[in-house]
């Protein structure tokens, strides 16, 4: 493996990580802000689903960015 494509399998590692850790707790977030605002509640679980997405759409980004 080279030391280029290990950074990159690191890098996937951790978002993937903390995207799942995310996903996890969002049930609990999302309640947890709720009970303070329903709508609040509901625009912080669309943040943070689309946080993962915009994650992995910036690197692609940056990969083309750099011609890989």
């Known amino acids: 493996m080279s030391p280029e494509s290990r950074s990159q399998a690191i890098a996937a590692a951790v ?3 903390g995207a799942g850790l995310v996903l996890y707790f969002l049930p609990t977030i999302v309640l947890w802000i709720g009970n303070f605002s329903p709508t609040l509640g509901i625009a912080v679980g669309f943040c943070l689903i689309m946080a993962f997405f915009a994650i992995f759409w910036l690197r692609a980004r940056y990969q083309r960015c750099r011609g890989k």
Request: no cysteine; hydrophobic share 100%; glycine share 0%.
């Open 15 to 17: 978002i993937l990580l």
